[in-house]
């Protein structure tokens, strides 16, 4: 699996846009990117995933870049339960190991 | 989200006694997962299934072992529990039919104390 790099951590103002990047320069054209987060002490969320089209859902939005080397996790209005750790991983399509990193840590602020 | 449930939710042992993680999922998803985390570590795969009775080896797989004889039910068993081993375990399960992508949903998670 392609390896990904994201910042260790973010601010974000609540009612703010929250950008969150994720580089994974090495992915490859079967490699889906994927989001997920973690609320404090709780298991992973699925956020959303894509393979080159950008894509939306009710809770973000994913833009990935045309050369397929970084994405971006939006969070249109970020709010304090947003508060996680932010993963973003790629996969193969049905396979199944799954590498998450570090992930980025995102801070909400009143 | 999935109905994936793990239990115990905490369990306390000691050094050398077998321990067995169960992860129950009702969503008849193919694939399921147990994790481990740490802090410093975020999530590392330990084992992984793809079907009743397939299993295969995550990154850390060294003093675990599986067993899944249902599709929705995927065993974590420590033989002779180590206090390394003392973690956050989190399964989770996914679709991976056809040629779909692989979300995985996860279960709350198993506070393990090894003393």
């Known amino acids: 699996d392609a390896k990904t790099t994201q910042p260790p951590s973010m601010d974000c103002a609540e009612g703010r846009a929250a950008n969150l990047p994720c580089n ?3 992915i490859s054209g079967n490699e889906y990117v994927y989001w997920y987060r973690q609320i404090h002490s709780q298991g992973p969320q699925y956020i959303i995933h894509g393979l080159k089209n950008n894509e939306t859902n009710e809770m973000a939005s994913l833009i990935i870049t045309e050369d397929r080397k970084s994405s971006t996790l939006i ?8 508060t996680a750790v932010y993963y973003c991983i790629v996969k193969p399509t049905n396979a199944g190991k799954s590498t998450f990193g570090d ?3 995102l801070t909400v602020k009143p | 989200d999935a109905g994936i449930t ?6 306390v042992t000691e050094t050398g006694t077998p321990v067995t993680l169960r992860c129950h999922q009702t969503e008849n998803h193919r694939y399921m997962y147990w994790y481990r985390q740490d802090p410093g570590h975020g999530l590392r795969l330990i084992h992984y299934s793809y079907g009743v009775k397939d299993t ?7 003093g675990y072992s ?5 599709t929705e039910d995927f065993l974590l068993t420590l033989e002779s529990a180590t206090s390394s081993q003392t973690s956050v375990y989190f399964c989770a399960s ?8 692989d979300t995985q949903y996860f279960g709350p998670g198993t506070r393990l104390t090894v003393l």
């Open chain 2, 94 to 101: 996914g679709g991976g039919m056809g040629g779909s992508a």
């Open chain 2, 6 to 11: 793990q239990s115990p939710r905490h369990k």
């Open chain 1, 24 to 26: 994974h320069s090495t």
């Open chain 1, 75 to 82: 969070l249109p209005h970020a709010t304090l339960r947003d």
């Open chain 1, 103 to 105: 992930g980025t840590t």
């Open chain 2, 66 to 70: 599986v067993s899944r004889s249902k």
């Open chain 2, 56 to 62: 295969d080896k995550g990154e850390v797989s060294d």
